[in-house]
């Protein structure tokens, strides 16, 4: 048995305006990388059609989000679009300590309360859609969201994209193929990098 100790896990951050791929995206990881697990969020707004109760999130209700909240139990949350999101503390924490990897789907809101809350521990990549006419297409073909929603979402976009010099990475999702191995080399780059640093002490 080997002695060597375990490496620390990484928090692999991604975000990007709501439809520029980012969920899709990290999805394709997880299927193929049994090392990196999907932190769950918790949120008050409803399920999608598909979507499962501790699977896809850890639906609530306000007060129940709200309790979470002043129980000191949240890495991060914030309200988006009326609704609020937010990452359990506990399963991250035990994740990284056992060695293990856990990408967040989250907003750059989100992105700075986890770095400010484990700084050494945050890769960041943040996910561009090749232009917002394209990603407007791409919001009006998910379905599941109002004419409303969809408008409310691409007035917030541009200025969610004036935050990607916050993050480490940036790429660009034009061909979901090629954006999902230029994610897939950053990580595995982080990993070797946490291992050498590690080894050196």
Known sequence: ???????????????????????????????????????????TRAPRP??????????????????????????????VFGRCYGTPRDPVEQALSA????????????????????????????????????????LQGRGGDSAEEISRRMDAAQSEMDHAGEFEHVVVNEDLDQAVAEVRAILHAARQARTEAQARG
């Open 1 to 43: 048995m080997s002695n060597d100790p375990v490496r620390r896990g990484l928090c692999f951050v991604l975000a990007a305006p709501s439809g520029a791929g980012k969920s899709t995206i990290l999805r394709r990881l997880i299927q193929d990388d049994p090392a990196l697990s999907l932190s769950i969020s918790a949120t």
């Open 50 to 79: 598909g979507e499962r109760d501790g699977v896809d999130y850890l639906f609530t209700d306000q007060a129940g989000f709200e309790a979470l909240v002043a129980a000191g139990a949240m890495l991060e949350w914030a309200q």
């Open 99 to 138: 060695g293990r990897d856990v990408a967040f789907d989250i907003d750059w809101q989100g992105h700075r309360l986890v770095r400010a809350a484990m700084p050494g521990d945050v890769v960041s990549v943040f996910i561009r859609p090749p232009s917002l006419d394209h990603l407007r297409l791409r």
